[in-house]
């Protein structure tokens, strides 16, 4: 009789689950090898996708016998990944850089009014406006001045930004309109003089006094740019940023454009630490929608360590009667620090010098040292006295870093910093030991928006030629396998997002790029040169028209 009533129990279970409906869904992706990017880096042949999300891995003859699906899209044993997630970039800059003449390949100061020349023959504006050149390129490595420009140029106002963006140049009918002479002091910035007037060159928060030469963009050219830095990043594979420094007015029309449609590319948008932009988020609160999140500032703690704007402890070795200086008064940053620490948002700070990351580290700790789950973040953290490093895990700080800094600096960081503090900088590994964990970002428009240049220099630690062999302080690289977190599932953890993208678990959305090699395996230059085979979002192919 017990025999008999198991029979039947038996059967009756097998008929259960034989009538178990399969669960709908729109896609299945097979012949594929999915790297899922959990805490164990697991790996599947398969994945589900219904609604724009992840619904299940695994192999596809296991998932076929519980989903229904309407397609199915085989890979051919591709290699597919989260989708990329920058850190910390600047999409809407990246837009506007567009916009200008591209000055980060010049190789002289009279190449960059040689590009300048040709870029405003094709434009109509009356005024002209560039990026990207670096000093430290050229022979000699010393700022120019204005004159060639001014020849050149000398009716219309030209302003020029330094790669950072921290330092510009401009000709002499720009300073004019700009109200800039040789009398002209600004704290935290400089107005650099030759012979007795401005050179034309501006440091940091002198540059700001240049905003009103020119007209703001308008509503199409910022349409324009959010658009094309979207398809910029899209083509590399990365389908969330962290945009690091928004007005209001800006990340407001970026909400309109996406719940239009025009917009698909995921932002955390850092909002630009104003009084106005301050006040405006403290009373409005938070905002999350599935394509933008805003729930954290932006505050400038110094400049940057190529135009010699970074506060450091000790003077520069290459300037000895000069060691940088805050962009933000301590007593301010203070008074900023406070009135965040008792809101709902996160504070993220740039600092790069060894004096503004203890600065930052301590006042941080001071006020949300023992508060859970805060996550505070300090963007760059490029020079750390050796003392300090520890204040990261102590106060639960986390340090937001972009690689390919390192090997952009490489060149001449030792002769800003010297031979015993240059061990404190760029020094990812040590950064990553404090939190266990640690967010990788480009940095773009400042370095180029490829990802894979990210991964490359975490972890070879080398430029684009090779150099140097041995790679740059090797001992801080990054392995494959925390370089592909830093891009991905540590990344949306520096902005709370872990639990929706960053990795290809169920519930994440279907966000993924499709590469023709493994990161963890294929040579380190090949990844250096890589281009997606493709990009989805919501499960949809990103087409590039």
């Known amino acids: 009789m017990n025999i008999f009533k198991l029979l039947i129990v038996g059967i009756l279970f097998l008929q259960f689950f034989a009538c178990t409906p399969k669960q709908q869904a729109d896609l299945i992706i097979v012949d594929a090898q999915i790297q899922t990017a959990d805490s164990a880096l697991s790996k599947y042949g398969a994945m589900v996708i219904g609604g724009g999300k992840i619904l299940a891995v695994g192999e596809a003859k296991d998932l076929l016998t519980k989903f229904h699906v309407d397609s ?47 870029f405003y023959s094709r434009q109509t504006k009356n005024y002209l406006l560039g990026r990207g050149w670096d000093q430290n390129n050229w022979e000699g490595k010393a700022f120019p001045t204005n004159q060639s420009l001014n020849n050149a140029f000398p009716d219309i106002p030209v302003i020029l930004k330094r790669v950072d963006g921290h330092a510009a140049i401009a000709n002499d009918c720009a300073l004019r309109l700009a109200g800039i002479t040789k009398n002209t002091k600004v704290a935290g910035g400089e107005v650099l003089l030759y012979k007795g007037k401005p050179s034309g060159v501006l440091i940091d928060n002198a540059v700001d006094l240049l905003d009103k030469v020119v007209p703001k963009p308008n509503r199409t050219e910022q349409i324009r740019a959010l658009l094309d830095a979207e398809r910029a990043c899209f083509n590399y594979g990365i389908t969330a940023v962290t945009d690091a420094g928004l007005d209001t007015d800006v990340i407001l029309l970026i909400d309109s454009l996406q719940k239009a449609n025009f917009l698909s590319i995921r932002i955390n948008a850092m909002v630009s630490l104003t009084k106005e932009n301050l006040a405006f988020w403290i009373k409005r609160g938070p905002l999350k929608t599935d394509r933008l999140q805003v729930n954290s500032f932006k505050m ?22 000069h060691s940088g200086f805050l962009l933000t008064p301590a007593v301010e940053m203070e008074n900023y620090i406070e009135q965040i620490s008792r809101s709902p948002f996160q504070l993220n700070t740039h600092a790069i010098g060894d004096s503004t990351n203890r600065l930052l580290l301590k006042l941080y700790g001071r006020y949300v040292g ?52 240059i061990k404190g900088a760029y020094a990812y590994q040590t950064l990553l030991k404090q939190l266990g964990w640690l967010p990788l970002g480009t940095d773009f428009p400042v ?19 090779g150099f140097p062999a041995a790679g740059f302080q090797i001992n801080e690289a990054l392995s494959r396998e925390q370089a592909l977190m830093g891009i ?17 678990l169920p519930g994440t959305f279907a966000d993924f790029v499709v ?14 040169k890589l281009n997606p085979s493709a990009t989805f979002i919501n499960g949809l192919p990103f087409k590039n028209n």
């Not at 997630?85 to 009279?110: N, P, R, W």
């Not at 590469?515 to 090949?526: E, R």
């Open 370 to 421: 023992n508060l859970p789950n805060r996550r505070w973040r300090i963007e760059h953290a490029q020079v750390l006295n050796q003392a300090d490093f520890n204040l990261f895990g102590q106060y639960q700080i986390v340090p937001s870093v972009q690689p390919t800094h390192a090997t952009s600096d490489m060149v001449w960081a030792q002769e800003r910093l010297g031979s015993n503090r």
């Open 72 to 118: 199915q899209m085989s890979f051919k044993g591709k290699f597919i990944y989260p989708g990329i997630i920058d850190a910390h970039c600047h999409l809407y800059g990246l837009g506007m850089f567009l916009q200008m003449v591209d000055l980060s390949e010049t190789k002289s100061f009279e190449d960059v009014v040689d590009k300048c020349m040709n």
């Open 515 to 528: 590469l023709d090699k493994d990161l963890f395996t294929a040579d380190l230059s090949d990844i250096r």
């Open 447 to 465: 370095e180029s928006v490829s990802p894979f240049f990210t991964f490359y220099s975490a972890v070879a630690r080398k430029d684009k030629n």
């Open 300 to 321: 400038y703690g110094d400049g940057a360590l190529g135009s010699r704007g970074a506060c450091l402890i000790d003077a520069y070795s290459d300037h000895p009667k």
């Open 488 to 504: 991905t599932t540590w990344a949306a953890k520096g902005s709370f997002q872990e639990n929706e993208m960053g990795s290809l």
